[in-house]
């Protein structure tokens, strides 16, 4: 190998909750998978036997019911999955300390001193640990090879379904340059669209295209997308402590459609206690706090806040995602599923705010609220503070000038 030249395998599992289900239940081997909670729930996971009638992730249930009713659909089992994935890394792990999970069921390993430590090459020791997951887990898993994360990334979306693909250095942008715009990490559909609009449609149309015309579609983020597309991404492989958690977060679809909003935050505020109270169980505090909701057309709305300090108490965080539900949620749109995301995660709480002499109190509270819990079930336990203000309602009320409530806190 020559010198000075980075050796990165991204890897990912394929349909990764529905292999784990096959390799669990070997007789659902060859049969669609479809992994997902209820029948107003979304897809997790699809085998690719279930993806050759149209299905994939985030699609209905009911829709996947209809393109696939022979298919089997399972309901997730997050500790099966969780199992599977620590013990993917570790395979990893086993080749090389640098590897970074960047989710669940996807991430990077640098293995440019594979030659010095393995005595052989990169690409040999990347169909090595292919071959292991596969053997060990019984699960199909992609993997990309190449000098930089983003083109790793790019060629295992190419070497799917189960496959490997090297892009040698000195020669990825002959391929690279022939994708789609769309296959950039971080191009979404929308800024998919933008570029089409403007008749670009390829990687190489896009470093082709005048840089003025680019800065003025993504302003500041421009230079960052041309420096990923011509292959100068200079990131290197982050190391993650084992079973370092990134963040702690809880969706629920809701039983029926509605536009009862303070049903809504219950189930919200609900959701963020549980994250909260796994929080403290595992001595983490959080610094952002992500409100997600998706509308009965399916579509989607989000918001986050980074505070100034983390905080690991019902109180603060409950006060910041009240203010984040009044930003975020639509009046006129009825409500299909919500979401609350704790990250940003670092130790536990121990500093006192000299402005705020009853944090403490709230804390101790907060753990007394837990152990209740925790022996008798969630509901044993109401706690105020998640309770809305009075809401109130006027249909002349556009989204502009709609009133919002005033949160209140015990």
């Known amino acids: 190998m020559k010198t000075g030249i980075r050796y990165i395998l991204h890897v990912d599992a394929d349909a990764f909750f529905a292999s784990v289900e096959q390799a669990i239940h070997p007789e659902l081997k060859g049969l669609p998978v479809i992994v997902g909670g209820g029948d107003r729930g979304v897809v997790s996971a699809a085998s690719y036997e279930a993806r ?9 249930i009911a829709q996947a019911q209809k393109l696939c009713p022979h298919a089997v659909f399972r309901d997730p089992d997050f500790h099966a999955y969780t199992d599977f994935s620590r013990r993917m890394f570790d395979i990893m792990r086993n080749f090389s300390p640098a590897v970074e999970v960047t989710s669940v069921d996807e991430g990077y390993i640098d293995l440019t001193g594979t030659l010095k430590l393995h005595k052989a090459p990169a690409w040999e020791i990347a169909h090595r640990i292919l071959s292991e997951i596969r ?71 896009l470093l082709a295209a005048p840089k003025p015309l680019i800065k003025r579609l993504f302003g500041r983020w421009s230079d960052r997308l041309l420096e990923i597309a ?18 702690y977060s809880k969706d629920r679809t809701l039983e029926q459609d509605t536009g009862d909003l303070a049903y809504v935050w219950s189930v919200t505020a609900g959701l963020a206690e549980k994250l909260a109270a796994r929080l403290r169980r595992d001595g983490k505090s959080a610094r952002t706090i992500t409100f997600k909701v ?56 121990f500093q006192t705010d000299l402005f705020d002499p009853v944090r403490p109190i709230y804390r101790d509270r907060d753990r007394t609220v837990d152990k209740i819990r925790k022996r008798f079930g969630f509901q044993a336990v109401r706690v105020s503070s998640s ?7 006027d249909e002349r009320d556009d989204e502009a000038t709609k009133r919002r409530p ?5």
């Open 135 to 205: 053997a060990d887990l019984d699960i199909n898993a992609s993997g990309g090879l190449a000098g930089t994360r983003t083109g790793a990334k790019m060629a295992t979306g190419l070497a799917k379904p189960n496959g490997l693909l090297y892009l040698e250095p000195a020669r990825s942008s002959q391929i690279l340059n022939g994708l789609p715009v769309g296959s950039i990490p971080g191009i979404g559909k929308k800024s998919e669209g933008i570029l089409k609009r403007h008749r670009i449609l390829t990687i190489g149309d």
């Open 52 to 60: 050759r009638f149209g299905v994939h992730s985030a699609m209905p």
């Open 230 to 247: 011509s292959g100068n991404d200079s990131r290197v492989v982050t190391p993650d402590s084992r079973g370092e958690r990134k963040s």
């Open 294 to 349: 998706r509308y009965a057309d399916f579509t989607e709305k989000g918001r986050s806040v980074s505070l100034k300090t983390s905080t690991d108490t019902n109180r603060e965080i409950l006060a910041v995602l009240f203010k984040l539900f009044n930003e975020t949620v639509l009046r006129r749109k009825k409500i299909r599923q919500v979401g609350v995301k704790l990250s940003g995660l670092g130790g536990p709480v």
């Open 387 to 393: 309770a809305p203000g009075n809401w109130r309602f």
């Open 406 to 410: 005033t949160p209140k806190h015990c």
